[in-house]
Structures are given as structure tokens and as C-alpha cells.
């Protein structure tokens, strides 16, 4: 479906890469959190790395990276059994705090650590993207949001979720590449997502999944595409786009920054709900990086479907040429009957 080749080691690898994740997410203790990253870290490690030699290079980046956030994570796991300040997952030491939230920064790519995700990304194949912006970043914000922080480092790791989100906006603005174009939307969704999970873990798991299911389609349209940038001459002949698949990659450009009716909406209000009474401020400058972002989503929405417009090869696509988009139509219907599963579970939530 991506374009990755399975293999018995591919299926071991990536077992163990979700067995990482979950031992990060039933773990009581800080050490076993880690452990549990750590196990995930050297399982991406061989699916991210390719035949090409940019993913190769891409690969070499991530794991130095990698590796930093998590020596820092480990120095303050050994500062912390020093100073006896490790309660299960609670910690109230300044330093610790902010060691732990250095070495998460580094993990997640948040502002000011933020500058590895695009070139990273850029070099990656399409699986090892979705796998980066989705499953590795589960466990780390999964222990941001319960590790405990005092409360001075609450705030300030919400204003460095509200940098990189803003950071992530302007960047993508001036972006080509749809695979840094990605990353630079990572960047502002990984803003609401580590600030969502420090107030509401419902919030934090249906945001998550919303934007898992989302950017799978996505991707999968993209690879069908089989082009890098918004103006490769595979998708676009004498201005027109003429490939089916590009209908279903505007309405998931279009889902990922929230408009009505998909279910990417729902990512952002339920997020509005729980931000709203709780950090109002942080919750002002989120939206405001949205909105930029919603720029560049709307101008890549606008160039696609104006384009159509003009091929008159659309009433054809309706007509005789669905089959090759069957997987992608499906996607879409899953990502609008998600709409309303999420309305009414969260509604089930906030009242109950």
C-alpha cells in the first residue's frame, strides 16, 4: 500500500516497534517508560532505513537525534533517583523537569529542536513518514502528559507547543515538497496534541487516532501518485491535474486542517472544549497557527479541484474511472463516519 515491501523482518520489526509502544503506555514507572521508547527507537531504526541514500542520510539524522533526547531523558532519570524525586510517573524537581522536557523536545521535534523533522521527513519513504509522524510520537507525548511536571514547566512546555506550532505554520507556507509540507503540519498538529495530553487523555487518544486514519489516506493517495512535489510533472500535464486520486488527496488536505465536514474538524473542537476553560491564552495562539496553516492546505485545495475544473475529465472520473480509486473512497467514507462516532463519544464524555 506504501510502497514498502514486506518482508519477515519487516513484520518482526514492526512488532516489536508497537511492543515498544505499549510498554511505554502500561508502564508505572518513569525507567520502564523508557525502556519502552528505547525499545521502539531501535525498531524504527531498521524500517527507516532504505535502498536510497537519502533515506539512509535521513535515517543517520533521526538517530542522532534520537539518541540525544534520550541521554537527556536517561540524565534526568539518574539526577532523579538521585534527589528521590521519582514518585511512580510523578516528578516535581525543576532540574529534572527540565531535563526530562529537553530530551522530549529532541524526541517530538518541538521548538526550539524542531529544525531535524522537515529534513528528516524529506528523505524518508512514505511509510517510514506516517510511521514518524504518528506511532513515534505516541509514547513520548504519552509520558509528557503524565510524567508530572511542576507547574512552572507546564507552562513553559505549553509555550514551547504554542512556538512550534506557530513555527510549523510559517514554514510551510513558502514549502514545494509534499513530504516537507507534511512535516511542517506535523509540527503544528504536535503543538495541540503534547498540549491536549497535559489536560485530557480521551482527548489526546481521539485526537491521535483521528489524525492516524487521516494521514494513512493521505499518504496512501500521495504514493498512488508516486510524485515529491506539488508541481511534479506526473500529476500535472500543461497545468491540469488529471490523476483521480489528486479528488481524494484535496479532500484529506482538507480534512487535516479541520474544516467541516470531515472528521479532522473534530480533532480541533474537541481540543477547543477541553483548552478553552483551562488555557485560554495557549488555546488563542494554537488557533492562530492553524489558521496560517490553513493557508497553504486551502491554496493546495484551490489548485486541485480549479484545475479539475478546467480538464473536463471530471464527469469521466464520476463515470468510468472510480476503480482505480476504490481505496481511497473508502478512506474517505471512514474518515467522514468518523464524524459523528467522535461527536457523540466525546458528547458522551463532557456530560458524563
Not at 477547543?272 to 488557533?287: D, H, K, M, S, T
Request: charged share 5%.
Amino acid at each position: 500500500m506504501f510502497g514498502f515491501k514486506i518482508s519477515p523482518s519487516v513484520v518482526l520489526f514492526s512488532l516489536i516497534l508497537f511492543g515498544g509502544v505499549v510498554v511505554t503506555l502500561v508502564s508505572p514507572s518513569v525507567l520502564g517508560a523508557w525502556f519502552g521508547m528505547e525499545v521502539n527507537l531501535f525498531a524504527a531504526i531498521p524500517l527507516f532505513c532504505g535502498k536510497s541514500g537519502s533515506e539512509s542520510v535521513s535515517c543517520v539524522k533521526y538517530f542522532v537525534f534520537q539518541a540525544l533526547g534520550s541521554g537527556f531523558i536517561f540524565l534526568s532519570l539518574l539526577v532523579g533517583l538521585g534527589l528521590g524525586c521519582f514518585m511512580g510517573l510523578g516528578l516535581k524537581s525543576f532540574l529534572v523537569g527540565g531535563l526530562m522536557v529537553l530530551g522530549m523536545s529532541l524526541k517530538l521535534g518541538l521548538f526550539p529542536c524542531h529544525l531535524w523533522v522537515p529534513e528528516v521527513v524529506s528523505g524518508l519513504g512514505w511509510l517510514s513518514c506516517f510511521l514518524l509522524m504518528v506511532v513515534q510520537k505516541l509514547a513520548p507525548i504519552w509520558v509528557v502528559g503524565g510524567i508530572g511536571l511542576c507547574d512552572l514547566w507546564v507552562f513553559l512546555l505549553m509555550c514551547i507547543c504554542c512556538l512550534t506550532s506557530f513555527f510549523g505554520a510559517l514554514g510551510g507556507l513558502s514549502q514545494v515538497s509534499v513530504r516537507c509540507l507534511l512535516a511542517y503540519s506535523s509540527l503544528v498538529h504536535s503543538g495541540w496534541v503534547v498540549v491536549v495530553s497535559l489536560v485530557s487523555v480521551f482527548v489526546f487518544f481521539s485526537y491521535m487516532l483521528l489524525y492516524c486514519v487521516i494521514l494513512a489516506g493521505l499518504i496512501l493517495g500521495l504514493q498512488s501518485l508516486g510524485f515529491s512535489n506539488l508541481y511534479s510533472s506526473s500529476g500535472v500535464i500543461g497545468g491540469v491535474f488529471v490523476n483521480n486520486h489528486w479528488v481524494w488527496v484535496g479532500l484529506y488536505f482538507m480534512s487535516l486542517a479541520g474544516v467541516p465536514p470531515f472528521s479532522g474538524m473534530f480533532m480541533k473542537i474537541m481540543s477547543v472544549v477541553v483548552l478553552c476553560g483551562v488555557q485560554p491564552v495557549f488555546l488563542a495562539g494554537l488557533i492562530v497557527a492553524s489558521l496560517i496553516s490553513l493557508y497553504f492546505y486551502l491554496g493546495i485545495f484551490f489548485s486541485i479541484y480549479l484545475s479539475w475544473g478546467g480538464s473536463g475529465v471530471f464527469g469521466g472520473f464520476l463515470l468510468g474511472s472510480l476503480t482505480s480509486s476504490n481505496w481511497l473512497g473508502l478512506s474517505i467514507f471512514l474518515n467522514l463516519l468518523l464524524s459523528p462516532v467522535v461527536l457523540v463519544s466525546g458528547v458522551w464524555f463532557f456530560l458524563g
